[in-house]
DNA sequence: CATATACAATAGTATTACTATCGTCCTGGG
DNA sequence: CCCAGGACGATAGTAATACTATTGTATATG
């Protein structure tokens, strides 16, 4: 992956007031963004918070994003992005469909396990956010407005890819686009319930997430195991 | 589910400051908060709203609830306690294990089409809440504490009962529990991409969801397809 | 008849989620 | 070199939210 700690990645929607890659103040907001909603909880995070710990005024970060919501759809949205370079890279160059779904959903079910390079944020903790509070980010009223607006289209091109690499195998699967997001959602869901409410999943499980979506796809297509 | 409407469902643990089934305003609180969050969503819900609807002072409100995190996890508690009861009824009586598999996913994965009749809360409209908030029940920095105070345990039944019709069909199989929770929550995931994020799934999917997750288990466990 | 309960009503506090305004530094263009 | 505009800090203020506390009163219970 180091690779990739170069591309710049970018939330193509206006979820933002000002673009926060622009200024410098622009991303010491994402990376203490993280770095408290990480520690705090989406609930106790606070613009206020955000400030003093940037030594700033509420004011300056209202200039940026209109609100916590937005901001966290933002990160999100940044995180589901960042996968899905990971998921080109690591399923480039392998001709044999079969072997690059097998690549493709471990690389998507896979933890983060390093910071990364992006200096302004720590990929690690932004992982962590992504398990833990980007369901809130589409489980709103708004959902379909903000949908509309094109806030969740990095999660659409991540799953989208996914179902891509279904289809490559099975053009004849009827949901591909209901199991690509199954896959995605479901290994979140597993690494909340295996990190934080552990009775909820096997003791073994957290090791092999990945395996059991391989296994859990492969399966279903009717492909032979891995 | 005729038969299940007269079942009296009890929320075990205190989430509660004071039992809402014991009287005539915890009834009505039940009730309103329902209609209110359905409406509303759980983020622009306030005890503030709920007391107004009521007819009486926010202070009534809190002598039976903590908060409106504890007023979500009840009413989640409620409904996953509901729902362990049509599994049970609705697996009931049949022999075949593969078939009690079978009947016990589509009990599971089936949406709530008709309001029930326990006249203190609307069925439909808890279950649209289940859909959509239940997430934020788990999703939070106290989910630990607050799992082991008890406050996740109908899910964790629910979440066994289904393992259980699992493990009945195939013993050796490596994760029937994260299998199980799988399905619980993917089928709740897709209820709701259908519904409010139609892009993200296909059309037809909506009316298969439970069809979906049959397959996906059987062709999991290597059963001869339904 | 005494007492506890259930509830309504009022008041008050700290925090949050903003909005508005103003002064200042810095930079780049004319 | 000046000045216009952007970027930011600082202060102030508002409305809503999330509570807590207190008191009065009707009703049921023992």
Redesign the pocket.
Known sequence: MNRLANVNIRVNEPVYL?DPL?????LRILEHAVRLIDELGLE?F????LAAS???????V??YF???HRLLVYLVGWYWSWREYKLVFDTANISDPTTRLEKGIRSMTEPVVDKGEFGYLDLRALYRIAVSESAKAYLTKEANDEHKEGYFSSFKRLSDRLRDLVVAVRPDHPYPTLLASTVIDGSMVQRFFADHLPSLTEKQARQRIPDHFVHLVFSTLALPKR
Not at 22 to 26: N, S, V
């Open positions: 000002k622009g200024t410098e103040l622009g106790r606070t613009f206020g918070k940037l030594g700033t005024a509420e004011s300056s209202y200039r209109d609100n916590k």
